[in-house]
């Protein structure tokens, strides 16, 4: 089982960046998937933003616009950590942030189909 930690969130102006991290506990982080989520206020569903696999650190996004060419994901086998970074932080950003981690083939965007969750961190983007 791993134990997953984020950070990095804040409260910041619009244009800024933030640069999340998800900490595992589990030294066999390289085998997991990791995927970026956001819950924004008075959502029910938390949202996909995209994932790196594990065997190649492949990187997946949300085809939308929402978060195209401003978010990257990353991860560091070595520091057993996954980062997101959001650049051009927009109001729109404003939500939880949560990473997930889950040892499987290819890159899921459902939330379902991850056991391992972090505690999420908030993001705040003022106008």
């Known amino acids: 089982q791993v134990r997953l930690v984020e950070s990095g969130g804040g409260l910041v102006q619009a244009g800024d960046s933030l640069r999340l991290s998800c900490a595992a506990s589990d030294g066999a982080f390289s085998n997991y998937n990791v995927a970026w989520f956001r819950q924004a206020p008075g959502e029910e569903e938390r949202e996909w933003i995209g994932?790196?696999?594990?065997?190649?650190?492949?990187?997946?996004?949300v085809d939308s616009d929402s978060v195209k060419g401003r978010f990257t994901i990353s991860r560091d086998n070595s520091k057993s950590t996954a980062f997101l970074q959001m650049n051009s932080l927009e109001p729109e950003d404003t939500a939880v942030y949560y990473c997930a981690a889950e040892q499987t083939i290819g890159m899921s965007d459902n939330y379902h189909s991850y056991r391992y969750w972090g505690q999420g961190t908030q993001v705040t983007v003022s106008s």
């Open positions: 994932g790196i696999t594990w065997m190649n650190s492949r990187t997946y996004y």
